[in-house]
Every structure is written in C-alpha cells, then in structure tokens.
C-alpha cells in the first residue's frame, strides 16, 4: 500500500506542477471564437489582512462542444471560479463572456434568468427536490423558463430520462432511487433546457468509484451528443480522463492546460 | 408544482400545520359565538325594531330603565325637526309565570306596530289590551300562541312571536303601554299611580335628521341612535370589546403559529432552496410557492375549524348564548387567511437571504 501523500493518482497537485501543457492564458489565446471566454477574473473575499485571494487574474477559452475538467485541491479556488462562470457570484475584477453574453454584467434578475435559461448545474450531491419524482424534477426545471411547452417539455423530459436509462424510475421519489440514479436525475436536469453550458461539481464526490465512472461518462456521452459546453469540477483524477481538455488550477492560480492523457497514468 | 407535491407528498406535516389552525379557528369561531349570543341577546329589543333612535331623560345616561319621560314628551319629540314617527316605550325587568312555571321577563310596552314595535313571525303583534307578542326564546318554556304569561296578578295571552328581540339576555314581551303599566304596578307598588310616566321615545327619523337638534326641541332630554342604545346597556360594550380582544390575540397567535412553521420549513429546505435558486428559480417563485401553501394550510384549518364549530354548537347547552352567524364566521376566515398570508411572509426574508453560490462546493 502506498503513502497517499506519495500516491500520483490521489495528489492533483503533483501533475499540475510537472505537467508540460501551456499556461491558460496562452491557450486562450488560441481559442479566440470559444463559447466561454473567462478574462483577467479575480476574485477577493474580505479587506485588508483578511484579505483572501480565491481566484486570481485566471483566462481560459472552451470551445463549443468541449467537455473540460477544472481540477486542483480543495481550497483551490476552482468552486469559486465555476461560481463566477456560471453566474452564481460577480467577480472582484474581470469578465466572462457566454457567447456573446457578458455574465458579469448582468444585474441579479437577469443572471437568474441566465442561469434558468443557458447554464446546466449538476452539484456534488444531487440536490433534487426530494418531494418531486425523477420526472417532475426534469419539469421543474423547464417551467422556469417561458416559452416552453407543457407537451414540448414532457417529450424532452422523457427522452432524457430514457437516454439515461431511467425510464423505468421516471416516478420515483429521489429517496427511492439510488446514489448514482440521482445523479443521473440531475445530469438529466441540468440538461433539460437546452443551456449553452453545463456546469458539473464534483459529480462523483458521494459515489464510489465504479458509480462515479459510469455517471462521467454518461455525463460526457450527453454532453458530446448534444454539442453542449461541459466543465467539471473535480480533484479526482481519474476522472479526466474522460474530458477533451484538463485546467489545472492551485492557490487560485490557473496553472496549466493539459491533455488527459498526461495526467496521472 | 413545488408547493403543491409538497404537501402532496408530505401530508404528516402540514396535518400538524392544519391541526393547530383548525384548533385556533374552532376556538376563535366558539368565542365569536359567544360575542355575538351575549351581544344580539342584550341588544335585540332596541336594535332589531322599526326605532332608528331613542330619546332618554338627560340624566338616564342612555339606559331605557333609569330613563323617565313624560308621555307628553312623545308628542314634543313627534314635532321635532326630522323626526317622523315617535312612540312610547316602557319597559320593566321582572320575573314572570308561564304554562311551566316561573319565566324571566323583559316587559315592552310600546305601540304595537308603532315605532320601536318589533315585528311578529309567527301570529300577530297584540292589539287589544291583555294581549301580547313575545319572544321565541320562551317556546322553550312551554310558551305557545294562545298561552297565559302573568306578571304579578296582570296576564296576557300570548297572541304572537317576535325572534332576536331579547333585552339583557332575558326574553321579552311586547304589549300595548296599557298593559305594560298595569304588569309594572302589579309588581312595583310604589309606581302606583304614575300614569303619565313612560321610560323612553322610540323614533322614526329622517335620513339626515340631526340627533342633537331633536334632544334640544326637547327639554331635558338625550337621543341616542337605535346602535348606540344597544352599545349603552351596561356591560354590552365591555363584553363585545374583551372577547374581540381575545379573539384577535387568538388570532394573532395563528399568524405566529404559520410564521414559526414556515420558517421552520425554510431553513431546512435551505440547501434545496440554493440549489433551486441556482437552477435559476426567482426568489419570488419560491416564496409564492410558500404564500400558496400558507393559504391552503390556512385554508382547510378554516373549514375543519368551522365544522368541529358547528359540531360542537350541537352539544352546547341551550343556557349559553351563543349565536353562529355566517358574517362572523366570514370575517375570521378572513382574518385566518390574512393572518396565514402575513406569517408565511416573514419567511421571504429569509428565502431571499439564501445565496445560490452555497449551492456548490462545500467552503470557500
């Protein structure tokens, strides 16, 4: 049994300092058509001498149709940073644009709109509402949004739920379904409206680790077949393997941009 | 869609909610009735008559037994600018006998038909002397249309009912001033002789008439409306007052009763909430959902409060005054909404204080 502290595949931190993919901020450079472009964000929490640095001066470019990880230790600042992405808290400086979307101009009602309408959120523990059924919380969803046709919705709904292989569990209460089928509910959620960007946190964090592979990689087949921008957010390195592109990120910091292949194996 | 699959879904829980507003509202609902039992019971010989005004002596301090008028004054009063009918009234508190013994008695001796006169639902006011209307309430003393009610050595024959007419909480019988001023010297030997005297002036008024002018045309005299005369029978006022304070307490406590309960449910849907909200839910969706669920908690605690009510006027004992009228029933299901709606409110502070932000990661 190895020392965990000495285990490569456990220590994030060890791939990120050797690693020889190019810093973000070069990369982003090379992406200038991406879907997401965050610039120059920062983000500082108190004043003074309890000033903390939790993201700092961090660029990176995805590109449409990319499944990414953002990966680094705890207290790496890399919730915050999926946070600021996906309009869940504004930025001490910088920008992050959607599109042609500027997120960080948008005032509190039009982020809430935002985030209804073209971000997808699949949390650490699946967070569905405990007293709606597997399909119920696919609708919920869509009745945050208007426009959206009860027939339409019920169609998307269930064609989700199949490609999830939950069809059977379509009327079960969360309590009734297991780990990975709650997470599954969720990735069915988070892609229910159609968003541009789909947003995952530490998805495998309470699953173990054959539920945990099983739900990336359904999370990247949904993620590829729909042509939606993916980022998730882990410190668990066996799970980049399946994304197209890895950010590293340490004490804030976006480190490096590598490819999956060289992490960790 | 939330807030109705969860109380779908978690019924135990809103049962208690329910519960507790059903208590309140049976409570609140058996207080009300007993509010208006003592208030319609006191008032309704001068409140539910032809009379929109009385006219008392000065000195009465608007009590129609203390007041003391002469009979000449109802034509004075009838002469009085706005006034457009005037009649006597007498009245005398006393104990009576009926078919099955010794009844309680509030006697009226007015003009029957005339101002002040109540109006007969079954059988006919009294038109010759000896004769008399009397108040439903005494059917349950055996009193039928054709029976004897004596007072003193004076009987009446009994010739038709008047409802809600009572005086004090005591039934009462309406008669022709003859009649009454006989019953009066049987039983107060010391008013023998004073024919003239009457206790009070029923009237008629205009629409615009002005009280204050009537009591100057008059010497001596006050006029109250027929509202206010029932408002001045002692304790009436005090009564009405202490119970509605105890029944908009109850109330109010129904009100903190909701608040503690939804901000309860709050706080431990504070993690769903931030997730929802990250989802992209408005904070006014989610508190609309908790209004939603306020109204409908208060809701069925209004119905089941009201029918444990009805059910229990049934086992109530006929002695207690108490009256379920639909208006009182109507303002505390209103006062029950309103009272559900603004403790769930305080919740929305709370709902709008959650950040979506805590939805994801752990710290920092």
């Known amino acids: ?265 | 869609m939330l807030a109705l699959n969860e109380i779908r879904r978690g019924k135990g829980r809103f049962a208690a909610i329910v519960s507790a507003l059903s208590l309140i509202v049976f409570l609140v609902l058996v207080l009300g009735a007993l509010a208006d039992g003592l208030f319609f019971g006191a008032t309704g010989a001068v409140r539910n008559t032809s009379a929109t005004g009385y006219v008392f002596a000065s000195d009465a301090e608007g009590s129609l037994v203390r007041s003391r008028l002469p009979v000449s004054d109802v034509e004075k009063v009838a002469a009085a600018p706005g006034v457009e009918q005037a009649g006597p009234v007498g009245v005398l508190l006393t104990g009576g006998v009926g078919p099955d013994g010794p009844i309680d008695l509030a006697v009226f001796g007015i003009d029957p038909g005339g101002p002040g006169s109540p109006t007969a639902v079954e059988g006919t006011l009294p038109t010759e002397p000896g004769t008399a209307a009397v108040d439903v309430a005494l059917r349950d003393a055996g009193v039928t249309l054709g029976s004897e009610v004596s007072v003193g050595d004076v009987s009446a024959t009994v010739v038709g009912f008047t409802a809600d007419s009572e005086y004090q909480l005591q039934p009462t019988l309406w008669t022709g001033v003859e009649t009454w001023r006989s019953m009066r010297d049987a039983v107060r030997p010391e008013l023998r002789g004073q024919t003239d005297v009457i206790n009070s002036v029923a009237i008629v008024t205009a629409p615009d008439a002005d009280l204050g002018a009537i009591a100057a045309a008059v010497p001596d005299t006050t006029v109250l409306t027929a509202a206010e005369t029932g408002l001045a029978i002692p304790g009436v006022e005090q009564q009405s007052s202490t119970l509605n304070s105890i029944i908009y307490t109850t109330l109010a406590v129904a009100g903190l009763v909701v608040a503690l309960f939804f901000a309860l449910l709050v706080l431990e849907k504070r993690e769903l909430f931030a997730a929802l909200k990250a989802l992209g839910a408005s904070t006014g969706r989610l508190g609309r959902g908790v209004i939603l669920q306020a109204l409908i908690a208060s809701a069925l605690g209004v119905v089941i409060g009201a029918v444990v009510a009805r059910l229990f006027d049934l086992v109530i004992p006929p002695e207690v005054p108490t009256l379920f009228r639909t208006e009182t029933l109507l303002t505390i299901a209103v006062f029950t909404l309103v009272a559900g709606v603004v403790g769930a409110m305080f919740s929305l502070r709370r709902i709008a204080k959650i950040d979506p932000a805590t939805a994801i990661g752990g710290a920092l």
């Open chain 1, 1 to 265: 049994m190895t020392d965990p502290a000495n285990d490569p595949v456990l220590d994030a931190t060890r791939s990120a300092l050797d690693g020889p993919g190019a810093s973000p901020a070069d990369d982003a450079a090379g992406h200038p058509s991406a879907l997401l472009h965050v610039n120059d964000v920062r983000k500082v929490y108190g004043s003074g001498h309890t000033e903390v640095v939790a993201v700092s001066d961090a660029t990176m470019a995805v590109d449409e149709g990319e499944f990414v990880a953002l990966l680094g230790p705890s207290g790496s600042g890399k919730t915050t940073l999926i946070s600021i992405i996906g309009g869940l808290l504004a930025p001490s400086s910088g920008r992050v644009t959607v599109g042609d979307v500027d997120v960080t101009a948008m005032n509190k009602k039009e982020l809430t709109a935002f985030r209804a309408e073209r971000v997808g959120f699949v949390f650490q523990s699946a967070n569905l509402v405990p007293f709606l059924t597997a399909r119920e919380n696919l609708l919920f969803v869509s009745s945050l949004v208007k426009g959206i046709s009860r027939t339409q919705a019920n169609e998307r709904a269930d064609q989700l739920l199949s490609e999830l292989g939950l069809s059977a569990r379509a009327k079960n209460l969360p309590e009734q379904l297991s780990g990975g089928e709650r997470q599954r509910v969720a990735i069915g959620r988070a892609l229910m409206n159609d968003p541009d960007l789909v947003l995952v946190d530490e998805p495998t964090a309470a699953l173990d680790t054959a539920m945990g592979r099983q739900v990336v990689e359904l999370l990247r087949r949904e993620i590829k077949a729909r042509g939606k921008t993916g980022i998730m957010v882990t410190h668990d390195l066996r799970m980049v393997e399946y994304t197209d592109r890895v950010f590293e990120i340490l004490d804030g910091h976006l480190t490096h941009v590598e490819q999956p292949s060289a992490i960790g194996h």
